[in-house]
């Protein structure tokens, strides 16, 4: 039984294109994250939403909505989409707190924009 | 702010010889530590982590990583590698209440046979 699972694994799309990635977490955690790993592999935080809030969010360009329907869900939603979007998208989520720390991440979206 | 530095990309190293991965991270306040690793094409797996305590922290697969406050380091260790341990590994910190990792920039360890 999958703790973080993202869908779809693999999106391939045109440019100026509206896409969505859904994530769901079975954990009971509080706490979801978006995270984009670029071409280098590196990791920087998108959005963070604790119990539906939005507490995070690290200058992304307002294509990018994340939406979070219940604790449970944080989707992300991206308009127009120009070829530096593509990367690999990683949900994650955590009880949050100063004691719960671990982040369960899912498997990723790798999203290609051609 | 917050900040990790990965001190080597690459750490190639002979199945069964021991490998240390560096770390060292910048922090205004108190931070917990962590290590990931990312196998091909997966999501990223919690090897272990720092919250307080013993600064000897022992995680899954037989890796280990020491948190030395006045170097601010969290070297990464594990005695005998396998050939199952090329993968990429990330350093990460947290000092927020609500769990925002910054990252490293990922070290790929490739084991050779």
């Known amino acids: 039984d999958t703790a973080v699972s993202q869908t779809p694994k693999y999106l391939v799309t045109q440019m100026g294109n509206d896409k969505s990635i859904k994530c769901e977490q079975n954990l009971g955690h509080d706490t979801m994250y978006w995270y984009k790993q670029d071409s280098k592999k590196f990791l920087k935080i998108m959005f963070s939403y604790n119990n539906k809030e939005l507490i995070i969010n690290e200058t992304v360009p307002n294509r990018f909505s994340p939406k979070s329907p219940d604790k449970a869900h944080l989707n992300l939603h991206i308009n127009s989409l120009e070829l530096g979007d593509s990367a690999v998208y990683f949900c994650a989520s955590s009880r949050g707190g100063p004691a719960n720390t671990e982040a369960f991440f899912g498997q990723g979206t790798r999203l290609t924009v051609v | 702010a917050q900040s990790v530095t990965q001190l080597d990309s690459q750490v190639p190293v002979f199945e069964e010889a021991p490998v240390e991965l560096r770390c060292n991270y910048s922090s205004s306040v108190s931070v917990y530590l962590f290590w990931y690793v990312q196998y091909p094409n997966q999501g990223l797996q919690l090897l272990l982590k720092?919250?307080?305590?013993?600064?000897l922290v022992k995680g899954i697969n037989g890796f280990e990583a020491e948190f030395n406050k006045s170097q601010t380091s969290f070297h990464l260790r594990k005695p005998s590698v396998h050939i199952s341990d090329t993968a990429e590994y990330f350093c990460?910190?947290?000092?927020?209440?609500?769990?925002?990792?910054?990252f490293g920039q990922g070290t790929i360890l490739t084991v050779h046979p």
């Open positions: 720092y919250l307080s305590g013993s600064t």
């Open positions: 990460a910190v947290s000092g927020t209440s609500y769990g925002k990792l910054t």
